[in-house]
């Protein structure tokens, strides 16, 4: 059964989407952003369900108040493609408060060249926003590039993780 509730954050109101698990709790499949490229909309058939979402909902209100570095929430690992999957395991191991460039995620996934493009691609169908961290992969000259929820609002989560755009490290 697929379930949804609404979580209020300093970026808006986030639309979280699951499939209904053992105990109540809903494996995440889906945190979206007003605006949002792309983003998840509420369909027909679908349960609103706010207490299945309960623990990330505390995990979000904990990160937005500068108190978890880390998300620790069930998610759906069949949504994607392999290589979709592969590029989001490795936004899942950029430490909090650092950027990297596309081109480091791409050599970690070991796509790098042309396949960089790619990699770009699937940060950007990255259906976990703020909960696995593409807004802190930046240009290779450390320009702010590509958020599917706008680009004040990944600056607003690298300035909350202390990591301004114009840094970009490694992983």
């Known amino acids: 059964m697929t379930v949804y509730a609404y979580v209020d954050g300093p970026l808006g109101e986030m ?14 499949r889906s945190l979206s952003l007003p605006g949002q490229k792309g983003g998840v909309e509420v369909e027909d058939g679908w349960t609103c369900a706010p207490g299945a979402f309960e623990e990330v909902a505390r995990q979000l209100g904990e990160y937005f108040a500068g108190e978890r570095d880390r998300f620790d929430v069930p998610y759906d690992p ?62 290779a000259d450390g320009s702010l590039r590509g958020y599917a929820a706008g680009l004040e609002r990944k600056e607003r989560l690298l300035g909350l993780e202390g990591a301004p755009a114009g840094r970009a490290g490694s992983v």
């Open 15 to 28: 639309l979280l989407v699951g499939q209904l698990a053992e105990g109540g709790r809903a494996v995440l």
């Open 78 to 139: 069949g949504v994607g493609t392999e290589f979709q999957r592969r590029v989001w395991r490795a936004l899942e191991e950029i430490p909090y408060g650092t950027t990297v460039s596309y081109g480091d995620v791409a050599r970690l996934v070991g796509s790098s060249g042309a396949g960089v493009r790619a990699v770009g691609t699937a940060i950007g169908r990255n259906p976990l926003l703020v909960v696995r961290p593409c807004h802190r992969v930046i240009g």
